[in-house]
């Protein structure tokens, strides 16, 4: 059957979008070194260096960061030529066995802001008593580990993924009788909000610290590199993490690749990483089995572990081969894990939540097609520690302790809807509106956290905005009546003399435009994969507003600003504020004055004055020829002059016949767009 003409088109469009993203810079971002805080205890107070074996990362002494303690060298036959500069010095807490507490404070740090902590230990009997002691760590007044020192000669390295609730993070080290404290270094690196979104102020990730024979340290995160290779770490993890090998198994072999592979699927890594270019595979056999029990480190007795698993296929296989495996923790499957197959040079991580005492074990078991064994290219292995207490130095910081209250995470899921929060509150929320995240006709749109630690976006009215009262008011009044996906949701609002202030849940993906031609859009460059499901939840939005709700609901202003996006690009329609109820179901359109965006509004609209969901589905085509083309609505031609998106389009389209898209080898999208699913938004 041959495609229809409106089909024929959107090709078309498709191939100019294709040819142009070749002129695109696919830029990952980096989080650059100056935003690390990196200590090494013991040293002296106004000595700094540069580790090269980090690229030069900088060290500084521990002296600003505590008040306590004395500082000791490590000696012979512990003082390793090849050794590391931070453990030949440690800093100790000697005290009289009450449990005292000695704290390091590190900041500066964001409010909500997430952080990987890293704490290193080597005793190297640098008091000369050769007795390795046993302590406490704790992240502020959460317990965090019991640190129990074996042996003189071997080094421990501990990491935590927390969301600090103030300006400020300590840790901690806790005398329990059993020796003196201490500690080689500490290590502050900040993350992205979107990574380990299972970290919250409430429940933090501490990694695992079970040993391998072959590996140097006892942090649980590794991976498959051949034997010879050193630790991954800064600058190849531009988070700082340790990577390390998992060691030698002798029915494993491993398979590696000097091509890049993609992690834009994935908001673990933001660069291209060699991490993920080496994987093993059984060499026999039809499965992978990995195990894991309690940490004996690790304090938490609610015993749930976060399993993280990285996949991306490294060979190109024949049009007869099949890699597939299913996914299984104690030989029991979860949705999404069976008949897995690997992407070829495109990463994907699968997590799953396990819980019980006890000893665990991931297998990745081939299926009765597939013709190759399963492959893994790195993994890590998490414990769900609840933070029940939060420390602060301010009596008024009240509105973060009441996490103190919460029994589990679930708690603030119930938080009641359009709950009315007082100024004060937002001020604490928001930290006095420190970070504004976008401005509009309204007025300014703050981040905030909620006691738990969700961020929340708090969009203020100006008494000098575009916008008056009316239409600020009609918004939360909409809102507080729609509940869908796709559908950005109103958590609260702020209503008093002086002060208008919506609360909505906060999208980490910002918004469309920006990630189509802003600074996102130079960080990552979307996906026709991505593109398509952008555009797919704003239609079902749309829908929503227009089908579902009684009486209808009318936009008004749909545009590539007004489509937020989450931290996984899911895309959820915002800013309610010219939205236009029509009387009864029965309406087919409504007389209003125009209002809206120039380049979105629907030339009828403006003629007539007579709107109609109609408005909103031109407004929408405008979009789809956005996330096409990567154009804005007014598309220059040349210094002085700009046209249309929808007659920029329309030249296109004039000069590339469907044979020369197909003979230009984009069968892949062709196949997309025959499915059908857009053509009832053209």
């Not at 002296?63 to 500069?85: I, K, R, S």
């Amino acid at each position: 059957m041959a495609p229809s003409p409106a089909t024929m088109q959107l090709l078309v469009v498709l191939l100019c979008l294709a040819a142009s993203s070749e002129l695109l810079t696919v830029i990952h971002g980096q989080l650059d070194s100056p935003g690390f805080i990196s200590i090494d205890c013991g040293i002296a107070a106004d000595r700094t260096y540069s580790d090269q074996s980090t690229s030069g990362l900088r060290y500084v002494s521990d002296a600003g960061f505590t008040d306590a303690g004395l500082n000791g060298v490590v000696g012979p036959p512990y003082d390793q030529p090849d050794m590391a500069e931070r453990y030949r010095t440690v800093r100790y807490f000697p005290g009289d066995g009450a449990a005292p507490r000695s704290c390091y404070t590190l900041r500066p740090v964001t409010p909500g802001g997430k952080y990987l902590v890293r704490a290193a230990f080597y005793y190297g009997n640098y008091d000369g008593l050769n007795r390795p002691p046993v302590f406490d760590l704790h992240i502020g007044v959460n317990s965090w580990a019991t640190v129990n020192v074996t042996a003189a000669g071997d080094r421990y390295i501990l990491e935590a993924v927390v969301v600090s609730p103030d300006d400020f993070l300590q840790v901690c080290l806790v005398n329990t009788g059993l020796g003196t404290p201490f500690v080689s270094g500490l290590d502050l690196r900040p993350l992205r909000w979107t990574m380990y979104p299972e970290a919250t102020v409430n429940q933090s990730l501490l990694l695992l610290s079970l040993s391998r024979p072959s590996a140097t340290f006892g942090f649980n995160r590794y991976n498959f590199w051949p034997a010879g290779y050193p630790l991954f770490r800064y600058p190849y993890d531009p988070y700082d993490r340790l990577w390390q090998r998992y060691g030698t198994v002798a029915a494993w072999t491993n398979i590696n690749t000097s091509a890049t592979v993609d992690v834009s699927n994935i908001n673990s890594f933001d660069k291209p990483t060699d991490i993920l270019r080496s994987a093993t595979t059984p060499v026999n056999g039809s499965r992978i089995d990995i195990s894991w029990s309690p940490d004996a480190f690790v304090k938490n007795n609610d015993t749930t572990y976060l399993l993280l698993l990285y996949f991306a296929e490294l060979q190109r296989l024949q049009s007869n081969a099949l890699r597939q495996f299913d996914i299984l923790v104690d030989d029991a499957a979860w949705n999404g894990s069976q008949g897995f197959t690997p992407k070829y040079l495109s990463a994907e991580v699968m997590k799953r939540m396990v819980q019980g005492s006890g000893r665990h074990t991931v297998s990745l078991v081939a299926t009765r097609d597939a013709t190759l064994p399963p492959i893994l290219n790195a993994f890590e292995i998490y414990s769900v520690k609840l933070m029940t207490e939060v420390a602060t130095n301010d009596t008024d910081d009240k509105w973060m302790a009441n996490t103190a209250r919460l029994n589990s995470p679930r708690d603030m899921s119930n938080i009641i809807e359009n709950r009315r929060f007082t100024y004060k509150e937002l001020k604490l929320m928001t930290s006095n509106f420190r970070e504004e995240i976008g401005r509009g006709g309204f007025g300014g749109v703050f981040l905030g956290y909620l006691e738990n630690g969700s961020p929340v976006a708090v969009k203020m009215h100006s008494k000098t905005s575009s916008q008056g009262d009316k239409e600020f008011l009609a918004e939360a009044q909409h809102l507080s009546r729609v509940h869908h996906r796709n559908i950005v949701s109103l958590i609260g609002f702020c209503k008093d003399k002086k002060h208008m202030t919506l609360v909505y849940e906060y999208m980490h993906g910002g918004n469309l435009e920006d990630r189509l031609r802003g600074e996102a859009a130079a960080a990552t460059s979307l996906t026709w994969h991505q593109r398509l499901k952008i555009a797919l939840d704003s239609a079902h939005g749309l829908e929503y507003l227009h089908k579902s709700c009684q009486p209808p609901l009318i936009h008004r202003d749909v545009k590539t600003r007004n489509i937020l996006l989450s931290g996984d690009l899911e895309a959820k329609i915002a800013d309610f504020g010219l939205m236009k109820a029509f009387a009864n179901e029965f309406m087919s359109h409504v007389t209003t004055m125009p209002a809206g965006t120039l380049g979105y509004l629907d030339p009828e609209y403006y003629h007539t004055s007579q709107l109609s969901e109609k408005s909103d589905v031109y407004s929408f085509g405008v979009v789809l020829l956005e996330l096409i083309t990567g154009q804005s609505p007014a598309v220059p031609i040349s210094n002085t002059e700009s046209i249309h998106i929808a007659l920029w389009v329309r030249q296109k389209l004039s000069k590339v016949t469907l044979r020369a898209l197909w003979t230009q080898g984009w069968e892949g999208i062709m196949m997309l767009t025959l499915s059908g699913k857009l053509q009832s938004w053209l």
